[in-house]
């Protein structure tokens, strides 16, 4: 089955402890990229990335790191999580471009305490 | 400014009855892509439908249907005969062409109820 698979689905953690939350795509996409979710302001796109080893920030990066070291996996990396950073994430991918029609993973809902 | 506005926070419909939900998009650009993606209950964002600015042909898929209306800004999405399983929040987002097509605007999105 075609899918993204985020993980994990649900995490807590306190402010400063560095957390990684993995993606993972199928279906050889090229472009892959990472979602925030919070409410009233819809999603904002914190890093995309075109192919392995190009990425590129979004709206709002700081405090994020990503890499892109094989075409299927794109981890999220929190190096010193804030509590401003709690959101919903979700990971995505398409085969080209943000453009064409995006596969989205099933959220990941962290809490930073 | 580059910017997607889904004024209805919440909609609350009982089931059978039409819905529209409306997307007003804001570009300088004159090359652009508008979507429409839902989130179901479960929490993935499902893509609906693409249009780019060039095509204003409006299009229907069953129950959906969507009114493109560049002269407005705007990207309305008509649910007709509204089901339970339609109760999702709906996301209308915006590409400029600018930057590449990197951009992917969202709008604050509408959580739509479908009641019984």
């Known amino acids: 089955e075609a899918q993204v698979t985020q993980n994990p689905r649900y995490l807590i953690t306190v402010t400063g402890k560095k957390l990684t939350v993995t993606c993972s795509q199928n279906?050889?996409?090229?472009?892959m990229s990472w979602y925030r979710q919070d409410p009233g302001l819809g999603l904002r796109q914190i890093y995309y990335?075109?192919?392995?080893?190009?990425?590129d920030k979004g709206d709002v990066p700081e405090g994020y790191k990503v890499s892109r070291k094989e075409k299927r996996n794109f981890p999220l990396i929190l190096e010193s999580p804030s509590p401003n950073q709690t959101s919903l994430y979700f990971c995505?991918?398409?085969?080209?471009?943000?453009?064409?029609?995006?596969?989205f993973g099933s959220g990941t809902q962290l809490s930073v305490l | 400014a580059q910017k997607v506005t889904q004024a209805q926070t919440e909609i609350s419909v009982v089931e059978k009855e039409d819905v529209t939900l409306d997307c007003v998009y804001e570009?300088?650009?004159?090359?652009?892509?508008l979507f429409w993606y839902k989130q179901p209950p479960s929490g993935e964002l499902v893509f609906l439908i693409r249009?780019?600015?060039?095509?204003?042909q409006n299009e229907i898929s069953g129950r959906y249907s969507w009114n493109f209306q560049k002269s407005t800004s705007s990207f309305n999405f008509t649910i007709t005969a509204s089901q339970v399983v339609d109760s999702a929040v709906y996301f209308c987002?915006?590409?400029?062409?600018?930057?590449?097509?990197?951009?992917?605007?969202f709008g604050a999105g509408t959580r739509l109820a479908v009641h019984p």
């Open positions: 987002a915006l590409i400029p062409f600018s930057g590449g097509y990197n951009k992917l605007i």
């Open positions: 990335s075109m192919n392995v080893e190009v990425t």
């Open positions: 249009r780019n600015s060039f095509d204003e």
């Open positions: 570009t300088r650009d004159t090359t652009y892509y």
């Open positions: 279906m050889n996409h090229e472009y």
């Open positions: 995505a991918s398409s085969w080209t471009g943000i453009q064409e029609k995006l596969f």
